[in-house]
């Protein structure tokens, strides 16, 4: 089996997804997903870029192909970022191929599974006023909880709060601080004390603040409060994990199992959130849950991926030991999600009680809907052209 040709699509979800299509001379395809953050117009390009160096190579050796590419590219990149998502997406591509070659799901392929179905956590961003008072956020959670969700994530972080001194620096001041409580207070409240509760602060702050928001967070026994500072400096967040009993979550912003390295020697985080369709892809995701491991870290994706990137992730959530809760983005948008692929069972989503079955189906075991892909296609990008 051999490589013929590379295609992609964009479609409309938290941004602009691009979608993968590889196709083989023996006549089957393998699709994958980059994910949505870097934007499509980088990512289309990088990967019509890098076809020629995958033509005529078997799409089964996944980790050759994936190694090949990264190798070729030490000097353009091939550490985070842009090239990082690209792969990526061709990553997940060539496992589908790989286990639609071989008639069996990857979980198998990678091993086995632990689990048949992945827990979610419901992303509720501001909750349901666009204010994001603290009644909204606490009527989008016991909304959450009815649907079956056993738990959630809140943003706390707001650039835009009326108190704030200097819009540039890093620090929050008391207002913000208070506003933080009442929101994370009137959620807790809703809840009750068994419901998971995850605060993103989205690397918004300095280490003093971040102090303060983690102590003043202890009351309410969060499972993660996520990315308190930006993710690059592992000393700091060292610093930050030591002062407080609040749990610390970061990853979605670091690439490879390199990228990760520093983080679990120095015992940086909790938790650790690799966002599967930009790190590296499933193999490499799954090096880091195992990595993890070794420090007895559990793993939680980070996630904002259509249905197809999502069923990728639970295939490797479904693998590790060590997976606790994957992120689930699609609230706002779950119409327009929900429509880009068949659900294995023949209902409307894969979302059920806030978990997704593993499928069975050879693959990623999830079919692209054309019609939802055409309906929400970015104009310019072609679809599988
Ligand atoms: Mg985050």
Redo the contacts with the bound molecule.
Sequence with gaps: MKIVDIKTAVVAYHGQATLVRIDTDEGISGYGEANPDAGAAAIVGLIAELKSELIGEDPRNVEHCWEKLRRNHIFSGAQSGVFLIALSGIELALWDLAGKAAGQPLYRMMGGKFRDRIRLYADCGDGDDPSGSPEGCAARAKRMVAEGFTALKFDIDNLQHPAKFDGANHTANGAELRTMVERVAAVREAIGPDIDLCI?L?GRYDVPTACRIAWAMEPFDLLWL??PIPAENVDALRQIRGRSRTPICVG?NLYMRWGFRELFQQQGADVV?PDVPKCGGLAESKKIANLAEVYYIPFAP?LVSTPLGTMATCHVCGTVPNFLVLEWHALEEREVWDSYVRAPDGSGSIVKDGHIALPDAPGIGVELDMDGVRKHAVPGYGIFE
């Design positions: 993103d989205h996520e990315e979605e959130m980070h």
